[in-house]
Every structure is written in C-alpha cells, then in structure tokens.
C-alpha cells in the first residue's frame, strides 16, 4: 500500500478511475431534465462571486416564503403600521416611492434618508448609505430598530414572532427549529433579499452577446457612460462598493461615511449606488434632491461645487470635471433605461401572498 | 518513526488523496497508537471565575436611576455602575511541559460556542467551566477580551451573540460592545431619555483598516488580548478540577478618565483609550487546585 502511495502515477490511476466510477453512478441516476428551482440563489454568468456568507444560510423554498411574509407584516412594527416593504416597493425595485423623498416611519416620523433599492444586495460587502452594516443578516436590526423607521426592539420583533400563531410552525418546517430566535429571523429575511437580483436588462442582454438589445442611440450612451460614470458606477453592478461625495449635498450636514470610520477624511461620502433600475427609483441622492435623471446629468455638469471631500473625478481645478452636451445627456439617460429590468420588477415570487 | 514519516508525507496530498491515503494507512497509524501512553486521552475540567472589583472593593449593581453613588474615582467623582459586563472568547490554557489547550470556537445560527459573557446581573456568568482539557498542568491562561472578526464576518449567529436576547450589538456600525459599563455620577450633565446623570462607556469595535495613502486610520479594532499567569501550576486530570480567580478592576479601565466630559463612549475611535487599559485591569489573583 505504501509503495502505490509514493509513486505519484499510482495515485493518478487511483484517483481518475475513482473519478469515473463516480462519473458512472452520478450520470445513470441524473434526472432526465434539470428541474429548475425559483427559490434557488443563482449567479449571474456576467456577475462577481457574491460575498454572502451562502455557507451558512442558503436559501430554499420555505426559508424564502418566511422572509417574504415578514418582510410584508407590519405588525412587526412599534405601533402595527409599517412593514419592510411600506418603504421598499417592488415596483420601485424596492426603493421607496417620489412620495416619500425622505421615508415615513411610525407616528409619520420623517427619516433623513431615502430609501434605496434592494437589489443584488448578495454581492455588496456593506449596507446602509454609510456602509454601517456588515453583513446583510444584520440589515433588519437597524430597519427594525430605527426609531423613524419600525421603532421596536429587536427581541420584541422575536418575541411577536414566536407568540404568532402561524409563525412557530414555520419556522419549524423551514429551519426545524423549536423556538423561533434572532439569527433564523434574520436568515429567512435574507433569504427574500437574496434573491432580489436583477440582472436581465437589456444591458444584460447586450453583454451577454445580444448585439440588437441596444439601438444605436443607448449604444452611444453606453459609450459615453463608459467615459464619465464607469470609474464609479461601475459594470455589472454599476457600483464600485467605495464611499464617495458627489456633491450631492449643497453644504455637508450628512457626514455619511465619516461617522461609521470616524476620519474626516469621509466626510460627506455615501457608498455608490447601482445604477440599476435607476428609471424606476426617483427622487435620487441619499438626501432625494433630484426627481430626474436630466437633474442629476446638470448636477455632474453643472451643479457639484468645491467641497473639502469632493471627488476629484467629479470636481478638480475649480471645475466640475465632467463636461457632457444636452444631446450626449440624452444619450445617456437612454441608456440608463436600459438598465430597467422588467421580468424583476414584476418578478411574482415577490408578491405579498401567504402561498 | 515510520509512522511520523507517513504522517509528514500525507500533507502534500489533495483531498481526495488525502481521503484515500488516510484509509488506507489507518492500519499502520493504529499500530503506533498501541505504543503511546494511554494517559494522553485523559481530560479534565477547570472552572475560571471572574471577580469584578472597583478599587478594592466589590463591584456592585445599583438600579438603573439610583443617586446612591458607593464609589469614588481617584479625581473625587462619585459613581455607581447600573449595568456591567464584558465579552470573552478564544480562551487558551497553557502549561510548563508544552501543554496546550485551545478552547474550541463556534459561530452558527443554531450554536455558539467558546463565545462567554461576563454579565454583573447574571452571578452563573462569573464562572466560566472549562471541558476537555488534556490532563496534564498549567500555569498560564489568555483569552480575548471582545469578540473578534469571526464572531461577526458569519452573519447572525446564536446565544449571547444574538441581538434578540440581549447580544450587546450595535446596530448601526455592526459590531459587540466588548465591554459595558453604565451608571450614574453627579459629576456627568449627559441626560438619556429619562435618566439624568448618565455614564455610559460601551467598547467596541473590531477592525482596524491602515490607508497605504498616509491618511489617518479608519476603524479600530479594540479586541485585547489578556495573558495571565497563574499565581501556581495546577494539575488537571480526571479527578482534579482546578479553579484560577481573575479579579478585574473597573478603576484600571475607566484609568485618569474625567465623567464630566468623559460619559457617553459609542464608538470605536472613543474607546480606543479605555480598550488599551484593559488588560492592565485583569490578574490571576489566586488559584484553588
């Protein structure tokens, strides 16, 4: 046995003969057709390898229908009137609506933020428009927390769900658990999120070889995007993941990054959104000052001034940096369309059922 | 000797290699094993008990609001503690002849273990038992003061690292409180809510990002980690469960800190100067065997 050991051609007999022999077993007992699973996280063959911790909580049918019905329920609030999906709509891309420029918690509470989409948030590694949150298991504690947001504890949140009726159960026949605790809460949320990934745009099509997805005009816009916005916004994601400060405020009173890193350095910065969906999410900017795209475009042109953490791509010399034509504008907001997505948008596993 | 040889060779191998060699060699590792003492798989326990002292004297809760203030910082401001605790994880024991135990470590949403809080409110939290432990003697124990990258890179995990019954966590900047302090001293204006007075010093914070550019730091990580001696070698085995005391001082943490300016610590950078006092607070004061 040990001569076979030290001779490295025994071991690759050894080793692809295993491998056949498993081959074999595998192919006789592979069902006819693969059996697609809705409920089953999927990368996109254009994206990064998600940064979700999948290891520990991978997501499934029941785990996924759990965190959908808890993302809807508002009685998990302080006073039983906002769910998650009060300010995160799914045809907004579960962004909020332009009615609510800055959220509305319980009592009315105005929050001093807008809500951003929720979407292909398995490949971010920080959450929050500071970056505050690590992990997305723990983006709910703050929604839940947050006193202009559902303003209760979390472990009332836990303790609501474990005197619920139905809940126990279900958490029994998703995680088979016992007793309902924090971390399958957050897991069954997670899973809904999860699979909130938004990657069948025309872009996408584009990209993944459709050369007609795009007419000439977006083409040009891609063009142009390529050349003022990808340094930030950056593809497949349209984000770079890194804090920055556009100049979105006209003076600084959100210090953004800078109160999670706490160096001055940050700011004023705010982590870069994803693009995607874009045409469904207005008003825009954390703090909501612009309702349209074209705003936003003058903005880049026009509008970012000198500001001590201002982003040298966006402003040096005394000028903003981008320089973009009326028509060149056009071209791009076109192509920022393209980065609707339709099929998630009106995707139906999201819809508030109980089924 | 052949078998050492054996052992050495193996790693070089891939998984399944590895899988297949370690079947097929399980006969001749057996064969070494039947040499080696049979004492080696003897364990034991040991119990670590944590005293908490202000000073020297005990420290003591008072209820959330009390102006009985029983204590005294050295600048004359009087205080009392409301709520106190502290995070400790990654526990390893250490003896004279090469003995090592490392306390094994778990984070899952179904289990936690190694992950231990000392919670002033909860006296069961003050001992910590400690299982497994190859016999043998020991005269040195260190652990963390905190809990470190692993306890949160996991996502939401259980037991005492579960916001949902009562994890220390902050929800805003994700991360443990490593170390709670909270009471009252005239000497502080800070109000909370209802609650006039206030103290409230919360350590935490676990990464520490150095910028190449030159620029200052961002993110501090405050976990300690804590080396004590013993103040004798004790012996564990099957029969002997030895017990080391560790008194921890309140007043080395809180160390030339003014509670008239110093009385609302949140985030790392803040406790940074509280965290790097903290292993001067910790000693074996003794050890029953």
């Given at each position: 046995?040990?001569?076979?050991?030290?001779?490295?051609?025994?071991?690759?007999?050894?080793?692809?003969?295993?491998?056949?022999?498993?081959?074999?077993?595998?192919?006789?007992?592979?069902?006819?057709?693969?059996?697609?699973?809705?409920?089953?996280?999927?990368?996109?063959?254009?994206?990064?390898?998600?940064?979700?911790?999948?290891?520990?909580?991978?997501?499934?049918?029941?785990?996924?229908?759990?965190?959908?019905?808890?993302?809807?329920?508002?009685?998990?609030?302080?006073?039983?009137?906002?769910?998650?999906?009060?300010?995160?709509?799914?045809?907004?891309?579960?962004?909020?609506?332009?009615?609510?420029?800055?959220?509305?918690?319980?009592?009315?509470?105005?929050?001093?933020?807008?809500?951003?989409?929720?979407?292909?948030?398995?490949?971010?590694?920080?959450?929050?428009?500071?970056?505050?949150?690590?992990?997305?298991?723990?983006?709910?504690?703050?929604?839940?927390?947050?006193?202009?947001?559902?303003?209760?504890?979390?472990?009332?949140?836990?303790?609501?769900?474990?005197?619920?009726?139905?809940?126990?159960?279900?958490?029994?026949?998703?995680?088979?658990?016992?007793?309902?605790?924090?971390?399958?809460?957050?897991?069954?949320?997670?899973?809904?999120?999860?699979?909130?990934?938004?990657?069948?745009?025309?872009?996408?099509?584009?990209?993944?070889?459709?050369?007609?997805?795009?007419?000439?005009?977006?083409?040009?816009?891609?063009?142009?995007?390529?050349?003022?916005?990808?340094?930030?916004?950056?593809?497949?994601?349209?984000?770079?993941?890194?804090?920055?400060?556009?100049?979105?405020?006209?003076?600084?009173?959100?210090?953004?990054?800078?109160?999670?890193?706490?160096?001055?350095?940050?700011?004023?910065?705010?982590?870069?959104?994803?693009?995607?969906?874009?045409?469904?999410?207005?008003?825009?900017?954390?703090?909501?000052?612009?309702?349209?795209?074209?705003?936003?475009?003058?903005?880049?042109?026009?509008?970012?001034?000198?500001?001590?953490?201002?982003?040298?791509?966006?402003?040096?010399?005394?000028?903003?940096?981008?320089?973009?034509?009326?028509?060149?504008?056009?071209?791009?907001?076109?192509?920022?369309?393209?980065?609707?997505?339709?099929?998630?948008?009106?995707?139906?596993?999201?819809?508030?059922?109980?089924? | 000797?052949?078998?050492?040889?054996?052992?050495?060779?193996?790693?070089?191998?891939?998984?399944?290699?590895?899988?297949?060699?370690?079947?097929?060699?399980?006969?001749?590792?057996?064969?070494?094993?039947?040499?080696?003492?049979?004492?080696?798989?003897?364990?034991?326990?040991?119990?670590?008990?944590?005293?908490?002292?202000?000073?020297?004297?005990?420290?003591?809760?008072?209820?959330?609001?009390?102006?009985?203030?029983?204590?005294?910082?050295?600048?004359?401001?009087?205080?009392?503690?409301?709520?106190?605790?502290?995070y400790?994880s990654h526990?390893?024991?250490?003896?004279?002849?090469?003995?090592?135990?490392?306390?094994?470590?778990?984070?899952?949403?179904?289990?936690?273990?190694?992950?231990?809080?000392?919670?002033?409110?909860?006296?069961?939290?003050?001992?910590?038992?400690?299982?497994?432990?190859?016999?043998?003697?020991?005269?040195?124990?260190?652990f963390n003061l905190g809990v470190k990258e692993d306890g949160?890179?996991?996502?939401?995990?259980?037991?005492?690292?579960?916001?949902?019954?009562?994890?220390?966590?902050?929800?805003?900047?994700?991360g443990f409180?490593h170390y709670?302090?909270?009471?009252?001293?005239?000497?502080?204006?800070?109000?909370?809510?209802?609650?006039?007075?206030?103290?409230?010093?919360?350590l935490g914070g676990w990464k520490n990002?150095?910028?190449?550019?030159?620029?200052?730091?961002?993110?501090f990580d405050n976990n300690v980690t804590i080396?004590?001696?013993?103040?004798?070698?004790?012996?564990?085995?099957?029969?002997?469960?030895?017990?080391?005391?560790?008194?921890?001082?309140?007043?080395?943490?809180?160390?030339?800190?003014?509670?008239?300016?110093?009385?609302?610590?949140?985030?790392p950078?803040?406790?940074?100067?509280?965290a790097?006092?903290l292993?001067?607070?910790?000693?074996?004061?003794?050890?029953?065997?």
């Amino acid at each position: 046995m040990i001569e076979i050991k030290n001779k490295k051609g025994g071991w690759i007999l050894w080793s692809t003969s295993l491998f056949f022999i498993l081959l074999i077993i595998g192919c006789s007992q592979a069902p006819e057709a693969p059996v697609l699973d809705r409920y089953q996280f999927e990368k996109p063959s254009h994206f990064p390898e998600p940064t979700y911790t999948f290891r520990n909580n991978q997501v499934h049918e029941k785990g996924f229908k759990l965190g959908r019905r808890l993302f809807n329920d508002p009685t998990l609030s302080r006073d039983g009137s906002v769910s998650c999906s009060s300010c995160h709509l799914q045809s907004h891309a579960f962004a909020d609506t332009w009615l609510h420029p800055m959220s509305i918690g319980v009592d009315g509470r105005e929050g001093k933020r807008n809500a951003p989409p929720l979407l292909n948030l398995a490949f971010h590694k920080e959450f929050f428009w500071d970056g505050g949150v690590t992990h997305l298991d723990f983006t709910p504690i703050l929604a839940f927390e947050n006193e202009v947001e559902m303003d209760i504890e979390f472990p009332e949140v836990v303790a609501r769900i474990q005197r619920h009726p139905e809940y126990p159960r279900l958490f029994k026949e998703a995680f088979d658990v016992d007793e309902v605790t924090g971390p399958f809460v957050l897991h069954a949320l997670s899973q809904f999120m999860l699979l909130m990934v938004s990657a069948d745009s025309k872009y996408d099509r584009y990209i993944k070889g459709d050369s007609k997805a795009l007419t000439s005009l977006e083409l040009d816009g891609l063009k142009l995007f390529r050349q003022h916005c990808e340094s930030c916004h950056q593809e497949p994601l349209f984000t770079d993941l890194s804090y920055r400060n556009n100049g979105a405020q006209r003076t600084i009173t959100d210090f953004g990054r800078e109160i999670v890193t706490e160096r001055m350095q940050d700011r004023g910065k705010f982590k870069v959104p994803s693009l995607r969906n874009i045409e469904v999410t207005s008003p825009y900017m954390h703090n909501a000052r612009f309702e349209t795209l074209r705003q936003v475009l003058d903005h880049y042109t026009d509008g970012v001034t000198e500001q001590v953490t201002i982003d040298p791509k966006v402003f040096a010399n005394g000028k903003p940096v981008i320089v973009l034509s009326s028509d060149e504008k056009e071209k791009i907001i076109a192509f920022l369309k393209t980065l609707t997505d339709p099929g998630f948008l009106s995707n139906p596993i999201f819809f508030n059922t109980n089924d | 000797m052949p078998c050492k040889n054996q052992l050495s060779k193996m790693k070089k191998f891939k998984s399944l290699q590895y899988i297949i060699s370690a079947l097929l060699l399980s006969v001749s590792l057996w064969s070494c094993q039947e040499s080696e003492n049979p004492d080696l798989n003897e364990t034991g326990e040991m119990i670590v008990k944590f005293d908490n002292y202000v000073g020297n004297r005990p420290l003591v809760l008072d209820p959330t609001g009390s102006t009985n203030y029983r204590y005294t910082l050295p600048n004359g401001q009087e205080f009392n503690i409301t709520r106190f605790g502290y995070y400790i994880s990654h526990i390893k024991l250490e003896g004279p002849n090469g003995e090592v135990f490392v306390d094994p470590m778990l984070a899952s949403a179904a289990e936690i273990k190694g992950y231990y809080r000392v919670d002033q409110s909860d006296p069961s939290t003050f001992e910590i038992r400690l299982k497994d432990i190859p016999a043998g003697q020991y005269n040195k124990i260190s652990f963390n003061l905190g809990v470190k990258e692993d306890g949160i890179v996991e996502g939401a995990v259980a037991g005492i690292l579960d916001r949902a019954a009562g994890g220390w966590f902050w929800n805003w900047n994700s991360g443990f409180i490593h170390y709670m302090f909270e009471g009252h001293s005239p000497a502080s204006e800070r109000v909370q809510g209802e609650l006039r007075n206030r103290i409230r010093l919360h350590l935490g914070g676990w990464k520490n990002i150095s910028p190449t550019d030159g620029t200052p730091q961002r993110f501090f990580d405050n976990n300690v980690t804590i080396s004590l001696p013993f103040d004798a070698t004790v012996r564990v085995n099957k029969t002997m469960r030895p017990s080391p005391h560790i008194h921890m001082d309140a007043l080395q943490v809180i160390g030339q800190a003014n509670f008239a300016i110093d009385n609302n610590i949140h985030t790392p950078l803040e406790g940074r100067p509280f965290a790097q006092r903290l292993s001067d607070a910790f000693v074996v004061d003794h050890t029953h065997q």
